[in-house]
């Protein structure tokens, strides 16, 4: 069994960018751009919870990370270092296991394609527990709150909306899908992008922006909350893809679309005079951006079906407390 050390040394210890101290001491050192203000937040992924025992390493690697780049995109941060505290059983960090070698792959091919300097940590045996810690750079004036939207916004989505829920729901076999839906909600789940560039386009054109973890409705009602706002969406706007489309309007397709999570893309508001900018913000990233709805006076979020119904949910998010 190599020690604590040994698998710091072996797995995670790398120089690191933007750092006058990297792994080894009892805290790192770094230097962050004068006039920056450091956005730190924190997200972790629990076993059983979050993913399942057996997922692929490298895949959670990944998702470990991105999960907490998506934090980072919702501010319009730019993420530059990060802290990965893991709690492993002994039977993934002995020498015959491959398991750190595949996770610390996953992480690092992801922190590598942004530029994140993994610059400390924690190691110690237990159930397996992934908790990253990121920290990136914004102009404290320009960050990207949740409590910005105003009146005459519109309501914008990044990317497809329920591709992850709905690859969970086949997982847990209430839902079968075909080989080729399967491969294209798969990646959603398991190794999501984060918005990052995005994000940081949309310094300066959003009033406010959150990234999709616990669902749409969940997520959007926290913008419209902080804001003191109101807003309506419409249910034939959201874009998702073909394979959810085909188990629309079921109940289950529903609650993926609305309330799934794990989505990672951003929801954000922008004044309407500057959708122009939103389309050719969308062709430059080569990035499907959707309009959705619009913010109101008022308070709480409305869905409205093509018959200008209210669609009604039995829960519009996760919460690790109720669920
Ligand atoms: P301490 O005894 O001060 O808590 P540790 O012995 O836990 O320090 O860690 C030694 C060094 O290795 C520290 O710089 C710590 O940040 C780093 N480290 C520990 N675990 C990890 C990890 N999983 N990934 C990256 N760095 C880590
Ligand atoms: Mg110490």
Same mark, same amino acid.
């Given at each position: 069994m190599p020690s604590e050390f040994d698998l710091i040394r072996r797995h995670f210890a790398r120089p690191a960018s933007h750092t006058l101290l990297g792994i080894g001491d009892d805290a790192a050192l770094i230097t962050p751009k004068t006039g920056t203000a450091l956005a730190i937040s924190t997200d972790t992924l629990v076993c059983g919870k $979050? #993913? #399942? *025992? =057996? !997922? =692929?390493p490298c895949t959670l690697g990944h998702k470990s990370l991105a999960v907490n780049l998506s934090d980072m995109a919702a501010m319009g941060a730019t993420p530059r270092w990060c802290l990965l505290a893991l709690t492993l059983p002994e039977h993934l960090a %002995? %020498? @015959?296991?491959s398991w750190l070698t595949d996770f610390s792959r996953g992480f690092f091919t992801l922190a590598d394609k942004h530029q994140v300097a993994l610059i400390g940590g924690d190691t110690t045996a237990g159930p397996l527990n992934i908790g990253v810690q990121i920290i990136g750079e914004i102009a404290a004036e320009h960050a990207l709150r949740r409590s910005g939207a105003q009146l005459d916004d519109d309501i914008w989505v990044s990317g497809l909306i329920g591709d992850a829920a709905l690859a969970l729901q086949h997982s847990l076999q209430h839902v079968c899908l075909d080989d080729d839906d399967l491969a294209r909600c798969m990646p959603a789940l398991l190794t999501p992008s984060a918005r990052v560039e995005l994000g940081r386009r949309l !310094? /300066? &054109? *959003? $009033?406010s922006a959150i990234d999709i973890s616990d669902g749409l409705m969940a997520d959007l009602g926290h913008i419209l909350e902080q804001s003191g706002k109101a807003g309506v969406i419409y249910l034939a706007d959201i874009p998702c893809s073909t394979a959810l489309q085909k188990h629309l309007p079921s109940p289950l397709a529903l609650q993926c679309l &609305? *309330? /799934? /999570? @794990? @989505?990672y893309e951003l929801c954000f508001t922008v004044p309407s005079d500057k959708r122009s900018k939103i389309i050719a913000l969308s062709g430059d990233l080569n990035l499907p951006l959707t309009r959705i709805g619009s913010i109101c006076p008022g308070t709480g979020l409305v869905v409205k079906d093509p018959e200008g119904s209210t669609v009604t949910l039995e829960t519009t998010g996760y919460d690790h407390f109720t669920a």
């Amino acid at each position: 069994m190599p020690s604590e050390f040994d698998l710091i040394r072996r797995h995670f210890a790398r120089p690191a960018s933007h750092t006058l101290l990297g792994i080894g001491d009892d805290a790192a050192l770094i230097t962050p751009k004068t006039g920056t203000a450091l956005a730190i937040s924190t997200d972790t992924l629990v076993c059983g919870k $979050h #993913f #399942f *025992a =057996d !997922v =692929d390493p490298c895949t959670l690697g990944h998702k470990s990370l991105a999960v907490n780049l998506s934090d980072m995109a919702a501010m319009g941060a730019t993420p530059r270092w990060c802290l990965l505290a893991l709690t492993l059983p002994e039977h993934l960090a %002995n %020498n @015959d296991s491959s398991w750190l070698t595949d996770f610390s792959r996953g992480f690092f091919t992801l922190a590598d394609k942004h530029q994140v300097a993994l610059i400390g940590g924690d190691t110690t045996a237990g159930p397996l527990n992934i908790g990253v810690q990121i920290i990136g750079e914004i102009a404290a004036e320009h960050a990207l709150r949740r409590s910005g939207a105003q009146l005459d916004d519109d309501i914008w989505v990044s990317g497809l909306i329920g591709d992850a829920a709905l690859a969970l729901q086949h997982s847990l076999q209430h839902v079968c899908l075909d080989d080729d839906d399967l491969a294209r909600c798969m990646p959603a789940l398991l190794t999501p992008s984060a918005r990052v560039e995005l994000g940081r386009r949309l !310094v /300066g &054109l *959003a $009033h406010s922006a959150i990234d999709i973890s616990d669902g749409l409705m969940a997520d959007l009602g926290h913008i419209l909350e902080q804001s003191g706002k109101a807003g309506v969406i419409y249910l034939a706007d959201i874009p998702c893809s073909t394979a959810l489309q085909k188990h629309l309007p079921s109940p289950l397709a529903l609650q993926c679309l &609305l *309330a /799934g /999570g @794990d @989505d990672y893309e951003l929801c954000f508001t922008v004044p309407s005079d500057k959708r122009s900018k939103i389309i050719a913000l969308s062709g430059d990233l080569n990035l499907p951006l959707t309009r959705i709805g619009s913010i109101c006076p008022g308070t709480g979020l409305v869905v409205k079906d093509p018959e200008g119904s209210t669609v009604t949910l039995e829960t519009t998010g996760y919460d690790h407390f109720t669920a």
